[in-house]
């Protein structure tokens, strides 16, 4: 069963822009934190972006910050994550995730995973 899918991904220049969408059906994960992971090819997963249940609090790994924005509309049951000023190292596999845990960098804690969404940034 699919609880989240994400949409979004493509092809674009470096320098351009892109936002991801990750979509639930599941109601409960309006009040889990939402995040975004990401793998290059030949490189293991790693965190991107996070956001608690209410938008408060977001989390963001060094090498997005100020560059990617994390959102969330809970009327939608939807994360989304803004990408601006995109570089070739952010062509990846983008996951989303959901858990009720906060404040997690980690994959494991995070208990429901969409399929991913591909992002291919060309120099």
């Known amino acids: 069963q699919v609880h989240l899918v994400e949409s979004g991904g493509g092809l674009v220049q470096a320098g351009g822009s892109l936002r991801l969408s990750c979509a639930s059906s599941?109601?409960?994960?309006?009040?889990?934190?939402r995040a975004w992971f990401r793998q290059g090819p030949g490189k293991e997963r790693e965190f991107v972006a996070a956001i608690s249940w209410n938008g408060g609090n977001t989390d963001y790994a060094d090498s997005v910050k100020g560059r990617f924005t994390i959102s969330r509309d809970n009327a939608k049951n939807t994360v989304y994550l803004q990408m601006n000023v995109l570089k070739p190292e952010d062509t990846a596999a983008y996951y989303c995730?959901?858990?009720?845990?906060?404040?997690?960098?980690?994959?494991?804690?995070?208990?429901?995973w969409g399929q991913g969404t591909q992002v291919t940034v060309s120099s």
């Open positions: 995730a959901t858990g009720p845990l906060t404040g997690s960098r980690v994959g494991q804690d995070y208990d429901y």
């Open positions: 599941v109601r409960s994960f309006s009040f889990y934190t």
